[in-house]
């Protein structure tokens, strides 16, 4: 399931051709006059934990960066509305400056995949005398461009367009669009002549439909894999995504003004920031290294520094997270970024005085830079994510064990930073143990121990787009339903135990809740207040009542479905989500964003694949055990867990 490598040599773009891009843009655009509306998707049954304060405390990355890219390419009209923010927006009704939108952008997470649609249903229903271009993207869309463009003839919706790619993916479509658009066209009729006519072939990261009389795709065209921006330098700053904002409303429409300056850090008071990307090590349930092409990217730190002072100055942030997959990845350049950040003064003080941040790490790299963790620390750096999936190196090996989890963490405590841990839940991990430090909850008295205030525990889940996501829906082990409840898409966030071979597997779901409990209950807090374990003052504290706070939403959320898997009648999947409509390349090879699977299961009988897609499996309360030939060819595998990055 992993995306496909480009060429060695062509993974990234020549230097400077995003500036290129936006500059031939803002020369298009002095004839134009486009109005751009940026959604990002939000399914509000998500927000418990670990994400319960950051989910809406902190607008999200990607949308802000499409719209600061649009601003970039000479289009100011534009406004970021977040779901988060706006449940009740509604693209029927969306008016900027009186004006129906030219492009309609959704921007969503596989777990927001019904809002996602929702939004895109909504937005196609618009007359076609007014109906905006609508463009598929994010996280979801980089995996499964297929799922926005419905196959079914009796509903037949869609987005226009799927991209599958960044900024420069969605920049290099707007100025083909905009060299071919006649005079007062709207855009959408430019994008069908182009499409027609093989004119968006050669950009890279674009899924489009090729549709037949009823408006129902016949098949969908994948321009291959994207070419990357090396020096995160040229992005357009973020500090202009934060004046597209739309203010928090209960309201359908949108309103006369975006979020003023001065009400940015009421809303957003944390502020996420893309500073590296890329990870050296290759775990087989991530599927990040195969996004970045093996590429680790950066910004320097002169533009980091000047990220910081702008979006301070300019709308009075304090807290930022790095929306990073290892800050710690390459020691130069990280020491580039912190020792420059140490350095650096905001109105003649010292930044970290001003600022306080955090952000994503391993234990085997900060181990490794033991020795400039004071600098870390005089960088403004107070709080670090630590993936240690599993203290023993039992599921995974990154270099961690229970002597180098603890060491690491006691000398992040020691120069005042907090250690933050990820923690994976497993079939084979009990939830105590006697002895040895292998239970779930015997790790999780050791990391508080040690010095970690905040905790986070997700079930071992399928992770889309990582190199074993097949394998654990050919092997069985993806539920398909319990107790007769779907699961759907907003259930994929981990949380929820919807992938497991264990024979009892609510007592997976009720381990997770019971180690949460032990690590956030009233005690603990009133511990927390008296004899804290960070030295920020009260930040322990402070998780402490975010914590109790989302767990009473975790409980309430997963406690039914944990009854469901009690119960019984669990149903399995055994071929991985795959597009309904034929994909292929644009010189007709597979596409690079389709399954393989796609050719196995086009073979079968469409009663068997029916029956393979739900049989029960030994163990469960389904009655008798529907048998196949793929238990006999499919060798066990690991159950994959699904890491969800809150600022994307």
């Not at 990234?12 to 134009?32: K, N, S, T």
């Not at 939108?101 to 777990?111: C, G, N, R």
């Not at 093989?198 to 037949?212: E, K, Q």
């Not at 497991?500 to 180690?515: D, F, G, T, Y």
Request: net charge positive.
């Amino acid at each position: 399931m992993e995306l496909p490598r480009r060429a060695r040599g062509d993974e990234l773009l020549p230097p400077g051709a995003l500036a290129v891009v936006c500059d031939r843009l803002r020369g298009l655009a002095r004839h134009q006059d486009l109005v751009s509306i940026v959604a990002c998707a939000f399914d509000h049954r998500t927000r418990m934990l670990p994400f319960i304060y950051a989910d809406t405390r902190m607008a999200p990355a990607g949308a802000r960066a499409i719209g600061s890219a649009l601003v970039a390419a000479g289009f100011p009209k534009t406004r970021i509305v977040l779901q988060q923010w706006n449940p009740n927006f509604h693209p029927a009704e969306m008016r900027l400056d009186g004006r129906r939108p030219d492009l309609f952008l959704v921007s969503s997470m596989q777990i927001h995949t019904a809002a996602c649609h929702a939004l895109i249903r909504a937005a196609g229903r618009i007359d076609a005398a007014h109906r905006p271009l609508i463009i598929a993207g994010g996280p979801k869309t980089v995996y499964e461009p297929w799922d926005v463009f419905s196959a079914d003839a009796h509903d037949p919706w869609g987005a226009d367009v799927a991209v599958t790619g960044e900024e420069y993916v969605l920049l290099s479509l707007l100025e083909r669009l905009l060299t071919l658009r006649g005079r007062d066209e709207p855009l959408r009729a430019s994008f069908l002549r182009a499409r027609d006519a093989g004119l968006l072939d050669d950009i890279p990261g674009l899924v489009y439909a090729r549709t037949g009389p009823t408006g129902v795709p016949e098949e969908l065209v994948d321009t291959g894999i994207q070419r990357l921006v090396g020096n995160l330098d040229e992005l357009p700053h973020p500090a202009i995504g934060f004046r597209l904002l739309e203010p928090p409303s209960r309201r359908t429409t949108l309103q006369s003004r975006a979020l003023a300056p001065e009400q940015v850090r009421r809303h957003s008071p944390i502020a996420s920031l893309v500073l590296t990307f890329g990870c050296k090590f290759n775990c087989p349930y991530c599927p990040i290294p195969a996004y970045n092409q093996r590429q680790h990217r950066v910004k320097s730190g002169a533009r980091v520094a000047d990220e910081f002072a702008r979006l301070h100055r300019e709308y009075g942030l304090r807290y930022f997270f790095g929306a990073d997959d290892n800050f710690f990845n390459h020691k130069q350049r990280t020491l580039d970024i912190v020792e420059t950040l140490a350095r650096t003064e905001i109105d003649g003080v010292p930044i970290r005085k001003k600022l306080r941040w955090g952000t994503e790490v391993t234990v085997h790299d900060t181990l490794q830079l033991r020795d400039h963790l004071p600098t870390v620390r005089t960088a403004g750096v107070r709080a670090l994510w630590l993936g240690v999936e599993d203290m023993t190196a039992t599921l995974v090996n990154k270099g961690q064990s229970v002597d180098k989890t603890t060491e690491a963490f006691r000398l992040l405590r020691r120069h005042g930073i907090c250690p933050m841990p990820m923690m994976m839940h497993h079939d084979q991990q009990p939830l105590f143990t006697r002895r040895g430090e292998y239970g779930l909850l015997n790790q999780a008295r050791l990391l508080r121990k040690a010095g970690a205030i905040s905790l986070q525990v997700l079930m071992m889940t399928p992770a889309t787009g990582s190199r074993f996501y097949e394998g654990a829906y050919r092997a069985g082990r993806v539920y398909a339903s319990a107790g007769g409840r779907p699961v759907e898409p907003y259930m994929l966030d981990a949380n929820y135990v919807v992938a497991s071979e264990h024979r009892q597997p609510w007592r997976k779901q009720l381990n997770i809740m019971a180690v949460y409990l032990y690590f956030y209950n009233p005690l603990r807090f009133l511990l927390a207040v008296v004899r804290p374990k960070s030295k920020l003052y009260f930040a322990d504290a402070f998780v402490q009542l975010i914590g109790m706070w989302g767990l009473s939403r975790t409980v309430r959320r997963t406690l039914g479905w944990a009854m469901r898997l009690l119960r019984g009648d669990i149903r399995r999947q055994v071929t991985a989500p795959a597009s309904a409509v034929p994909m292929r390349a644009v010189d007709g090879r597979p596409a690079d964003h389709a399954l393989p699977l796609l050719a196995v299961e086009s073979e079968l009988r469409p009663e068997d694949a029916a029956l393979q897609r739900t049989r029960p499996r030994l163990g469960d309360r389904a009655g008798p055990a529907v048998t196949s030939a793929v238990d006999a060819v499919v060798p066990p595998v690991l159950t994959l867990p699904l890491r969800v990055d809150p600022t994307t």
